[in-house]
């Protein structure tokens, strides 16, 4: 991106309408496939990614229809495709399936004996499951919950580790008809109890404890507390993982083991509706209370599989590792559904990157052949500055195929994943969705479409995008706008939990009839999109409206640094001036590095992006799921004591010390 004297950033402007985004990025890099990736790949061409795009596009309820009865287990089919009232989706109606049945009793036919999980704990345990042992495990666990009380249509609060339980508890749930509300066992008892109220959930499943780089978070405890605080909670479900000694409640708190005993493993999965809930899961969102999203039965199956297929290009022999929490949508749809469905093979790890070094994931890579890395680019960003000796003590020559997800990946991180872990053969798909999407919704086709570092190129078939100025007209080719989906697609959420309201105020409203995705975005002269950050997050100077990803991008490719954030704060005289807060890999601060990167980002991408403000910082705020949380930084960057909710931070000491940082 240095071919860019950045003057055109103000030639650009003034042909654009007012609310659309100014680029100024340039990438002209392309990555097409290796010959030894397209071997074997099923859609192995552009042309036979766009006559598959091309075939949806022209009818994607058709499309659907077909791919539902080809993919799907159906007890009884459905009669009608897509009911769409603004802005309530239903779809494949009238038919009754089973997500269980999808990723397990199907597998039973060709793939008994194939390798479901293969399972580490953070301590290094290792345990397997075939598809037999996992369709096993999960029917016992189902019958399990049965007998402690759940019924078809209860919502079941799941808090519990990365453990292999978790994965059967979701599986369990998704059997009977009971709907799961996954919290990531991180959040507070003041979280649960929230979720736990708003979903009014009947059962809550934990562990004794969890290993968190050595030491165990006793989770049971903080479970207890949230209890305190969720009436609705009858029964806490308890899985023995560290020994830790526990309090039990008389009347209240059952252990998984002595339910599992009192049970058989002969429990055949309930067909259900086609719009019967599967699960809902909290977001955050930047402001006010999480949000309960909701994602229902066949539409969210097929189109975890159909996504899951077309994004990894997935083969019999691979090991697939998304290292996603279960507690996040990647987890969910990436981790589970999509995976087992397919009748994959996945890793499913409990630890952390760091722990007990920083090579865990690159020792992970080697001791299991792993094929497919699925990780975000937080990650990456933490793996450079950690240094390249963690990833050279291991041979990684198993890996064919990489990917992101989360947030944007800057170029230069980009570069360092596919000639470090990659070896500059793996393609890398840097996948763009949402909660609210269910899955994958734009991301190249490996073996279809080149990439280029930093987008996340072009939307799966079926899936159609579209980039709007407020006043709702296309925006131009390369300019940003706001990224919207002009038609819905199964894996669609189907509201907010208990909030119809605030569902159609916060996608639908702002254009009739499509779905807002509150994301920033353009698309090149090639058809590639590039995501440029949330709405609330644009940073206007001077009338120029910047993208936080590009001045991000722009100081990340500068040697010395590792992460960077960029806000926009009050200024008098330009309405907003850029303020900067940067990590390094391994330099010290100082006045002259600062003066380097403003002249760094000066030459990248322009004056006008240079920054007014930077602070250097030894750790960025991020949400639990590692997205960095432009919101504080910007009310830090404006002096404001109070910093609003707070409550999703990961680790609250940054705070501290960017507030610290700031006195000094
Ligand atoms: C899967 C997930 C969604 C938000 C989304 C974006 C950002 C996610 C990318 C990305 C740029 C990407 N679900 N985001 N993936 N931005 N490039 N490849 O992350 O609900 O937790 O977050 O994350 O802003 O709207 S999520």
């Not at 009608?80 to 603004?86: E, F, Y």
């Not at 507390?225 to 560290?242: F, H, Y």
């Not at 087992?340 to 996945?346: D, V």
Request: proline share 5%; with cysteine.
């Amino acid at each position: 991106m240095s071919d860019n004297n950045g003057e055109n950033v103000t030639e650009n402007t003034n042909e654009n309408p007012s609310s659309s985004i100014d680029t100024v990025m340039q990438e002209t890099r392309l990555f097409p496939p290796t010959d030894s990736f397209l071997e074997g790949c099923e859609i192995g061409s552009l042309d036979a990614y766009e006559a598959l795009y091309d075939r949806a596009k022209a009818d994607p309820v058709a499309f659907w229809e077909d791919l539902a009865r080809n993919e799907l287990h159906w007890f009884e089919d459905f009669h009608t495709t897509l009911n769409w009232n603004v802005p309530n989706a239903e779809w494949f109606v009238g038919g009754k399936t089973n997500v269980s049945y999808n990723c397990l009793d199907r597998n039973l036919e060709n793939n008994a004996d194939k390798t479901a999980i293969i399972w580490e704990g953070e301590p290094g345990d290792v345990r397997t499951f075939t598809y037999r042992e996992l369709h096993s495990e999960v029917s016992r666990l189902a019958n399990a919950f049965k007998k402690a009380g759940v019924e078809q249509g209860d919502v079941v609060s799941i808090y519990m580790p990365m453990v292999p339980e978790l994965a059967f508890a979701m599986l369990a749930c998704a059997r009977i008809g009971a709907v799961h509300s996954v919290i990531f066992a991180g959040f507070s008892a003041e979280s649960i109890a929230d979720r736990n109220n708003d979903a009014s959930a009947k059962v809550q499943l934990t562990a004794d404890g969890a290993y968190r780089r050595g030491k165990v978070l006793e989770l049971k405890k903080i479970v207890d507390e949230a209890l305190e605080k969720s009436p609705t909670v009858e029964t806490c479900i308890v899985l023995a993982r560290t020994d830790t000694a526990v309090e039990m409640r008389e009347g209240r708190d059952l252990w998984w083991h002595d339910l599992l005993e009192q049970v058989d493993d002969d429990c055949p999965a309930t067909p259900l509706d086609s719009e019967a809930p599967l699960f809902i899961l909290y977001t955050s969102g930047s402001t006010g209370k999480p949000k309960g999203i909701k994602h229902t039965t066949a539409g969210y199956n097929l189109y975890a599989k159909k996504s899951f297929e077309w994004v990894f290009d997935i083969r019999d022999d691979d090991i697939f590792w998304c290292t996603a929490d279960c507690g996040w949508i990647t987890g969910h749809t990436y981790v589970a559904y999509g995976p087992l469905c397919a009748g994959a093979t996945i890793v499913m790890f409990e630890g952390a990157p760091n722990y007990p070094a920083e090579d865990r994931f690159w020792e992970l890579i080697e001791k299991h052949k792993i094929t497919i890395l699925y990780t975000a680019p937080t990650a990456i960003r933490a793996f450079i500055k950690w240094g390249d000796h963690h990833v050279d003590k291991h041979d990684l020559s198993s890996l064919r195929l990489l990917g992101t997800v989360g947030e944007g990946i800057n170029p230069e991180a980009w570069m360092w994943y596919h000639h470090k872990i990659g070896g500059a053969r793996c393609p890398i798909v840097d996948t763009w969705w949402q909660t609210e999407t269910g899955g994958i919704m734009m991301s190249p086709l490996p073996g279809a479409i080149a990439t280029k570092p930093g987008s996340c190129t072009k939307p799966l078939p079926g899936i159609l995008p579209a980039i709007l100025d407020d006043s709702g007209a296309p925006v131009r080719e390369n300019q940003g706008g706001k990224l919207v989906l002009t038609h819905p697609w199964p894996g669609m959420l189907r509201g907010i939990w208990g909030d119809d309201e605030r569902f159609q105020e916060a996608y639908w409203d702002m254009f009739p009839g499509l779905y807002l995705a509150g994301d920033n975005a353009r698309c090149d002269e090639d058809g590639y999109y590039w995501i440029m950050g949330r709405i609330d997050d644009v940073i206007n100077v001077s009338g120029h409206r910047l993208s936080t990803i590009e001045i991000e991008s722009a100081l990340v490719s500068h040697e010395k640094v590792a992460e960077a954030a960029a806000v926009g704060r009050k200024d008098d005289l330009k309405g907003q001036a850029i303020a900067v807060f940067v990590t390094l890999i391994d330099s010290e601060p100082s006045d002259e590095l600062k003066q380097e990167l403003r002249m760094h980002v000066r030459k990248e991408i322009g004056a006008l992006a240079q920054p007014d403000d930077i602070r250097f910082t030894n750790a960025l705020p991020k949400t639990r799921s590692g997205k960095i949380m432009r919101r504080l930084l910007k009310d830090i960057a404006e002096g404001n004591e109070n910093l609003g909710d707070t409550t999703t931070l990961e680790d609250y000491t940054v705070l501290t010390q960017l507030r610290a940082d700031d006195e000094s």
